[in-house]
């Protein structure tokens, strides 16, 4: 990849600059709900501890536009305080004199959390100045937020250019080089399985699959812009009208490079995505004109678990269904199944998509599981990210 790892940079005694993915979600209480995005980020932050590094942390938190105590990351440094089983220094800010000066105080084997990046707006606009400042409090960087990394902003690609030393953290390493798998020379055959609402949110990532997949298996929302694309009638199921000429042509395309296509054959249907209405089964032609689709069903589920019983590589990204409600989930349970009994390569991104996989009880047989949604899917569908750009040059 022609990355630099944090492995290869000499810390003792250095100032280690670590940009992170502390983005958790919080209750109304301001209590973390969920903290695997810091559990992820420990293997990096105790190999910078162990190497005898002066620890400093970056993050951002939620899409505040200005200072927002509610999104302060002081839950955050109470929690990284308790895995890691020591006491971490909370900054006022992430930049200024009295930054510094907790800076210039930290002992080799400290940790430092620097306040929200994204209370000053000058993170987002990648200002230069604000990335040189930041840049001051380090003597090496290292990026260890894949998940931000699709965005060109101050600490993720601003300050590599007014720092000596940058390197990638063991989960960016992880990610990208995961990614790279599937996309570089994926054992074959190589399937990509894509759900969701909407076909506008993964159109470049479809373009991007046709050259390199085997199969594509479409499910969810989004296939019903391509079954109406092909003249069926889908009932009050999600459409995107605009793209209906664009879902033909991807589908002529699949043809004409003999990448196989997959379409849902049938559907749970009801009035609405509500538990406790009446639930019905239809084929794809016979979906009632009052009815809209929700989850796949039973004959295209095992259609798509006949597709990729074969399969050496199997990126999934999007839920088959509502799969939140349980009368629209079995689709979803059915692809997670899938992927935590192959013997292949199998690689899950996606915040819905990760959610639906825990839900199912499969995360650890699946190979990988990414922490990202956006990067992830812009680095699938053949996007140079900004934030690994970077570490490349």
Known sequence: MGIKSIKDLDLNQKRVLIRVDFNVPLDENGSITDDARIKAALPTVQHAIGQGGKVILMSHLGRPKKMDKKLSLIPVARRLSELLGTSVNMAPDCIGDKVKAMVDALKPGDVLLLENLRFHPEEEKNNPDFARELASLGDVYVDDAFATSHRAHASTAGLCAYIKESAAGFLLMKEVEYINKALVNPARPFAAVLGGAKVSDKLELV????????????????????????????????????????????????????????????????????????????????????????????????????????????????????????????????????????????????????????????TDNVSFVSTAGGAFLEMLGGRVLPGVAVLEK
């Not at 999934?316 to 009994?341: H, L, Y």
Request: one cysteine or more; hydrophobic letters at 45%.
């Open 207 to 362: 373009e991007n699959l046709l050259d390199k997949a085997d199969k594509i298996i479409i499910g969810g929302g989004m296939a019903f812009t391509f079954v109406k694309a092909l003249g069926q009638g889908i009932g009050k199921s999600l459409v995107e009208e605009d793209l209906l000429d664009t879902a033909r042509t991807i589908m002529e395309k699949a043809k004409a490079k003999g990448v196989k296509l997959y379409l849902p054959v049938d559907c749970v249907c009801a009035a609405e995505p509500k538990e406790g209405q009446q639930v019905v089964v239809k084929t794809i032609q016979e979906i009632p004109a009052d009815l809209m689709g929700l989850d796949i069903g039973p004959a295209s589920a095992q259609l798509f678990s006949v597709a990729l019983s074969d399969c050496g590589t199997i990126v999934w990204n999007g839920p088959m269904g509502v799969f939140e409600k349980k009368d629209f989930s079995a689709g979803t349970m059915t692809v997670a199944k899938v992927m935590a009994s192959s013997t292949g390569l199998t690689i899950v991104g996606g915040g819905d998509t990760d959610a639906a996989l825990h839900a199912s009880g499969l």
